[in-house]
């Protein structure tokens, strides 16, 4: 499969980008080669697709339940009592609509953490987006409940080969207040072992940092680190509450960290996430959306935006987290955190894409595209969606997606007993 898109906007110049099978092969003006689909890049600008680096997909089917809550009553209470309740069907799903939704606002690459792992690798081979899915991980500090953890996550890792390599697994121990020391070593040892990445929530709210020094001594960084935990391979979630010998920390271990603005504003959680500091110090942040549950969405645009200007409130410094460095943390920063050479247009990068609409309010006038991108639009703006070379959307239509959502919302209703 090979595709030339002709006279598109890339970095302020009109050009074409040739992609043969799953990657970018030609970037050039008027290119003379021949292509089995040719898409007309006429009033659309390029960019590549984002990466949305912190997701529970399939929480799509409580999107609008248990609004207005804080953190631990809306686990407590509306959540986890519903979730043990999903079906694989309620998760295969609820992941279909999430993929369709991501697709339709530009995201190419998603990091899930949710039960059921191979009901979402059902859902996204089927969808063409590519994902790194953690097997999720809780003992609630009961022996019996971790070696149950290990050998399911032995077994997923061994299940993920039979899908495209566009699946990729990754171990996910929910936080530190649901998963034992014992098994979060046992974990960074087996990440070590197979080579790949650690999920983990951490330093969300103030609650979860006083509970740690009270039950460990330490704060959550600190604890990790005496438990020998922080590599390259672990990208944690959050991180709201890490003073700067904590940067340091992360820096020095080559910990990535994931900034999710949607879900920290709606729960409460906190607004004074140090996306500078952390880049300064050499920690890649990248960006995401939570899932659908604490943010309502999975649009990285609106992400993009709501991540820039909460940081430039809680500082006061209309300077700060500006839109080409969030814009950056939204693709390119997204891909090196989980290892993917994407999130760049450039020649052997992978085919993983997005056409923006140029023909709309939003950028009118064009002043800067990227500040146009961030600050005035959102994900209805992208036209179409490339991913591993192959096209998922054009002229924002998505196979199937009216049956996708009439199943979700029928059984999203059936889970939580409404009629």
């Not at 820039?308 to 460095?325: F, H, I, M, N």
């Not at 998922?392 to 979700?408: R, S």
């Amino acid at each position: 499969m090979s595709i030339l898109i002709k006279g598109v906007l890339l970095n302020d110049a009109v050009t074409d980008v040739y992609i043969e099978k799953k990657e970018i092969k030609q970037i050039g003006t008027d290119l003379q080669v021949q292509a089995d689909q040719v898409i007309d890049g006429k009033r659309k600008a390029l960019i590549p697709g984002m990466v949305n680096a912190h997701t529970h997909a399939a929480m799509t089917l409580f999107r609008g339940f248990g609004d207005d809550m804080p953190l631990m009553p809306w686990l407590e209470q509306k959540i986890w009592p519903n979730e043990a309740k999903l079906t694989r069907e309620d998760v295969y799903w609820g992941a279909k609509l999430a993929c369709l939704e991501m697709i339709k606002s530009g995201t190419t690459t998603f990091f899930d953490m949710y039960h059921k792992f191979e009901a979402t690798a059902d859902a996204v081979e089927e969808m063409g987006l590519r994902t790194l899915l953690s097997g999720a991980c809780f003992d609630h500090f009961k022996p019996e409940l971790a070696e149950r953890s290990k050998r399911e996550n032995e077994r997923l890792i061994a299940e993920t080969d039979k899908y495209s390599e566009r699946i990729q697994y990754s171990v996910g121990p929910h936080a530190i207040y649901t998963v034992s020391g014992e098994l979060l070593q046992w974990i960074h040892g087996f990440a070590a072992e197979h080579s790949v990445p650690i999920h983990l929530h951490l330093a969300e709210t103030e609650g979860e940092v006083q509970d740690s020094v009270k039950q460990f001594g330490l704060t959550p960084v600190r604890y990790l680190h005496k438990l020998g935990l922080l590599s390259p391979r672990l990208i944690i979630a959050h991180g709201l509450y890490i003073d700067d010998d904590e940067i340091s920390m992360l820096a020095d271990h080559g910990v990535k960290v994931v900034h999710n603005p949607a879900s920290n504003m709606k729960l409460a959680s906190g607004i004074q996430f140090k996306f500078s500091e952390m880049r300064k110090a050499g920690v890649t942040v990248a960006l995401g959306t939570d899932g659908c549950s604490s943010s309502n969405n999975l649009d990285m645009i609106e992400a993009m935006k709501l991540a820039s200007l909460l940081g430039k409130a809680w500082r006061k410094d209309p300077e700060a987290v500006p839109a080409g460095e969030i814009f950056q943390a939204a693709t390119e920063a997204g891909a090196s955190a989980i290892g993917l050479k994407a999130g760049r247009i450039a020649e052997g990068y992978l085919a993983d894409l997005c056409l923006v609409d140029l023909h709309i309010p939003a950028f009118t006038p064009n002043h800067n595209f990227i500040s146009n991108l961030v600050y005035a639009a959102n994900g209805s703006c992208v036209d179409t969606v490339i991913c591993n070379g192959k096209i998922l959307m054009q002229d924002k239509k998505v196979p199937g997606e009216d049956e996708i959502m009439e199943q979700t919302a029928r059984l999203a209703y059936k889970l939580v007993g409404k009629a």
